[in-house]
């Protein structure tokens, strides 16, 4: 009785002490742990810096004009195009516009949803989502698509990166999804452009080289590739 009164006192002893250790853990405080905090919240808190919207609500209104080469089946004539673009964010959401004319003889609407996914600001460094959808629609003086309307459902995206804090570039890249047109011809095609800036303040001037590939199936199933490479210069204004 006495020796099994001796082991249950020592078990006791036994858990009171680990329980005691457990407790020191918990509350104790080393240089190893401290760096290991410090980094963990100094990625936390670049992760904020990185996601997080330096304004609420950013717009900007921009104006370009630029000269193509439009490739077709051996042609290749020099085109004109004029544009302009409205965008509106709150926060990390935003829609912009575009419309565009070209002496090609089509007008352009072009609409789209974004999503900053890193990055403060639209002007700043950042990489943000597209989705949307452009309708090209031909005059009855077209060459090849009289009175026919090519609208097409796109999603893609644009990285921005600053060098400077003045001056910097940006990449677009947009997928057209096939959708037959107005005259039955099956579209589809995608959009790279490469942008150069420089900022004044809130005055942004640029100069863009853009390749734009459509793939044109008729109804006989033949394909078609129309190529417009082109450069345009422009200027935006941010608010």
């Known amino acids: 009785m006495f020796i099994l009164s001796i082991n249950l006192f020592a078990d006791d002893i036994f858990v009171i002490v680990v329980q005691k250790q457990a407790a020191k853990r918990s509350t104790s405080w080393s240089l190893s742990e401290w760096m290991m905090q410090k980094k963990?919240?100094?990625?936390?808190?670049?992760?904020?810096?990185?996601?997080?919207?330096?304004?609420?609500?950013?717009?900007?209104?921009?104006?370009?004009?630029?000269?193509?080469?439009?490739?077709?089946?051996?042609?290749?004539?020099?085109?004109?195009?004029?544009?302009?673009?409205?965008?509106?964010?709150?926060?990390?959401?935003?829609?912009?516009?575009?419309?565009?004319?070209?002496?090609e003889n089509f007008s352009e609407i072009d609409y789209r949803f974004a999503l900053r996914v890193l990055g403060k600001a639209v002007q700043g460094t950042n990489f943000t989502l597209h989705y949307g959808q452009r309708k090209r629609a031909f005059a009855n003086a077209s060459s090849y698509h009289e009175n026919d309307e090519f609208k097409?459902?796109?999603?893609?995206?644009?990285?921005?990166?600053?060098?400077?804090?003045?001056?910097?570039?940006?990449?677009?890249?947009h997928q057209y999804m096939e959708k037959r047109s107005v005259n039955g011809h099956e579209v589809a095609g995608d959009l790279l452009e490469l942008t150069g800036f420089i900022d004044f303040s809130f005055v942004r001037l640029y100069l863009t080289t853009s390749k734009e590939v459509l793939n044109i199936k008729s109804s006989n199933g033949s394909i078609i590739r129309e190529k417009r490479d082109g450069n345009k210069i422009g200027i935006k204004i941010f608010f």
């Open 152 to 173: 097409n459902n796109y999603w893609g995206g644009s990285l921005s990166l600053y060098l400077l804090p003045f001056l910097g570039g940006q990449a677009l890249f």
């Open 40 to 103: 963990e919240f100094a990625l936390q808190d670049q992760w904020l810096a990185l996601h997080s919207s330096s304004t609420l609500f950013e717009f900007y209104l921009a104006a370009e004009t630029g000269d193509y080469h439009f490739s077709r089946e051996g042609n290749n004539p020099l085109q004109q195009s004029k544009a302009a673009h409205f965008g509106a964010f709150v926060s990390i959401f935003g829609l912009e516009f575009k419309q565009e004319k070209s002496n």
